[in-house]
């Protein structure tokens, strides 16, 4: 059964692959879900249904969940990860798994970081990206396809905004606007129009002046800053909300008209908020991440059940989080890890309140 505890208030959620974690209003970070190797940062390896307090005194302005593991950005400006470290996503130097949160090595002052699947990345107060772990494919954007068990630089030069690491590729945006990414390009994600894999940033085709860009899986999304939004790469399950499943190698326009102040790809569906503060998802549906109470897989957006207005949204792998305009957390889709976080380990297809804290 939920908690009766007070709801708690949160400003930022991140839908990870199995998990989920929430900065809330006092900047404590809460995570919840899958926790085999550590993920939710509490000092133990047992799953939890409900949101349970990160182990440390530390305060933080942003959280990323990840696959298995999880990172965030202290008020502090430091950054620190936790969870699995096997292929040096902690950023720490050591490859280990590390239940409660290490701090990222380097005197480095972060003040955005975001975990993928098997790395991370950040950027630091001076707009410079660095990125750690994994890098079979080039994910780390360092000219190589060699693990890092610490940050290295992403080269090139360029001044980020922010870098937010899909599965096996990684995207950015720049200060002045504009979309490169880097990895693996096996369905286009990287936007360049081509299919092949880059170990270096590599700009997104077509001109657009982005305000906002992020990974998914094999897919990637972002929003111009006149508001419009457009995705590339793979298509299977309509995630590119064109109204088609063919993969697109650059950028193509979601369907419908809509204005959108940001999307976010996951792992085969996309989800966004509206100028208007309304949720609309798209692609695979089968475990009810579109939150349309169908369950059938969508080529172009369609609002998410409720008639909930929301601030910011997040989907992850196979479940989509977000925070309401009144300060809520809710999620929906899969959820037989307890990543909805609403005291229970089976899936919705509408958006659930994230309850109380453990």
């Avoid at 009766?4 to 208030?9: F, N, P, Q, T, Y």
């Avoid at 249904?49 to 965030?72: D, E, I, K, M, Y």
């Avoid at 380097?106 to 750690?132: E, K």
């Avoid at 994910?139 to 080269?155: A, F, I, Q, Y």
Wanted: charged letters at 15%.
């Amino acid at each position: 059964m939920a908690s009766a505890v007070a709801a708690l208030s949160f400003r930022q959620v991140s839908a990870g692959s199995y998990h989920s974690c929430g900065v809330t209003t006092d900047d404590r970070v809460y995570c919840w879900g899958f926790n085999r190797d550590g993920e939710l940062g509490d000092g133990t390896t047992s799953n939890r249904l409900q949101p349970t307090a990160v182990a440390t005194t530390l305060r933080f302005r942003q959280v990323s969940a990840g696959t298995f593991h999880s990172c965030g950005v202290t008020t502090e400006n430091r950054a620190y990860c936790w969870g699995f470290g096997g292929d040096g996503q902690l950023g720490d130097g050591s490859g280990a798994q590390i239940l409660k949160p290490v701090a990222v090595a380097g005197s480095r002052l972060f003040r955005d970081v975001r975990a993928g699947y098997r790395h991370a990345c950040g950027i630091t107060t001076s707009n410079v990206a660095f990125c750690w772990g994994d890098n079979i494919s080039g994910g780390l954007g360092d000219g190589t396809t060699s693990r890092r068990l610490k940050p290295v630089r992403v080269v090139g030069g360029l001044s980020f905004g922010r870098v937010v690491p899909g599965t096996d590729h990684t995207c950015g945006l720049t200060t002045g606007n504009r979309g490169y990414c880097w990895g693996e390009n096996g369905n286009g994600q990287l936007g360049d129009g081509t299919n092949i894999d880059r170990s270096r940033p590599v700009a997104v085709r077509g001109g657009l002046t982005l305000r906002q860009v992020s990974a998914g899986d094999a897919h990637t999304c972002g929003t111009t800053t006149g508001n419009v939004a457009y995705c590339w790469g793979r298509n299977t399950h309509g995630q590119l909300g064109d109204g088609s499943t063919a993969d697109r190698w650059k950028p193509i326009a979601v369907n419908g008209g809509l204005l959108f102040q940001g999307v976010s790809p996951g792992g085969d569906h996309t989800c966004g908020v509206t100028t208007a503060s309304q949720v609309y998802c798209w692609g695979f549906n089968a475990l009810g991440q579109l939150g349309d109470n169908s369950g059938a897989d969508r080529s172009s957006p369609v609002a998410v059940t409720g008639g909930l207005l929301f601030n910011a949204i997040n989907a992850g792998l196979g479940h989509t989080c977000g925070v309401s305009t009144a300060g809520r957390a809710y999620c929906w889709g899969a959820g037989s890890t307890g990543q909805l976080g609403n005291g229970q380990n089976t899936g919705s297809a509408i958006p659930v309140a994230v309850v109380g804290p453990a």
